[in-house]
């Protein structure tokens, strides 16, 4: 390989680009259930993962998915099926839509039926197992495109896992005396800042990180069902491990929204905009949604790039209600401090989790809310 120069670039003076919109997209009912049909009558794969990612025209690759930095990707099994163990430094969520089965990763057995949400955390080797009678199909998320452009997805079959508490390098006696425990960590400034050893860059504090199921059964009670009945119109899927990011993985959100029949309907008007893509699977009802010029019909079955990054939107349900999941990568933006926010168009731009952030929810109410 031959080198090369850098190239430099003159940009005095020159404004940052602002942001760039993808359009929103609807995946229909049909689309969907015809390509589960598709991929359960073709023939098993070897690893058994009978997959279809969803790409939206304005992704390129490496890293195709359905929003910038997000993939969706249809998986399907067909009973007694299994899928050879895997693991990726990707994380990933998963909504099943029909059929149950086991998912497995690490010591781990968790069982997933309609409806029921999943995280599967990064660098756990996992698979999954249709021990049921019907075709087995989910909804994966996962945040490997990003990763793809930044040349860094990795993924390996039949992984070996190594315990951390016994060292994975040849020499661990000495690897165990370079640990943060005995690590410099020296205040420099009255204000907090720090100079600190490099073992606290490679003996990094450990917050466990579980895979967890959310079931339907255990989630829906809490959803309204009826006007007035005092109970939620949006509930978060929240796995502690990633703390104040108040995301389902480190990278998503998962929500689950319930808007019962005989709401007062919401009057058409301005929308909201957050610099986070928002992806909704309609598992009820319908409704349309207004996403900048655009205007969406959907129905239950339905998914849909409901909230390309930094556009105005807003969502309608129809006179039988709707429910909804959403994933978002709300908690990687607030990791990457990227989180902006306006609730009304007209109102201020603030940074969610910050200083400039707000307190307290501010838009439309909804039931129960």
Known sequence: MSERDAELLDVSGHKPEGPAFWHPLKVAKEVIEREIQRLSDAPRPEDGRRSSLIVHPCSKAPGLGLAPGIDVTINVLNPGESTRPIRRNSNQVEICIRGAGRVTVGEQKLRLEQWDVCNIPSMRAYFHTNDGDDVWVRLTYSNAPLLAKLGIHYSEENPVEHDRKKGAGANVEQSQRYVRDTAPDVPILESGARLRGYEFLTDIEVVENKAYVWPFELVS?????????????????????????????????????????????RPIGPGHRHSSVAINYHYKGSGKSIVGDHIIEWQAGDLLLSAPGWMEHAHYFGPEGAGAFTVQDHPLQIGMESLIWQERMDGPILTLGSDAGQVGYVGPRVAGQ
Request: hydrophobic fraction near 25%.
């Open 221 to 265: 009670p809490y959803l309204a069902t009826r006007p007035g009945d005092n109970k939620r119109g949006i509930m978060l899927f929240y796995n502690p491990a990633t703390e104040r990011r108040n995301g389902t993985t480190h990278s998503f959100f998962t929500t689950i929204s319930s808007t019962p029949p005989g709401m007062q309907p």
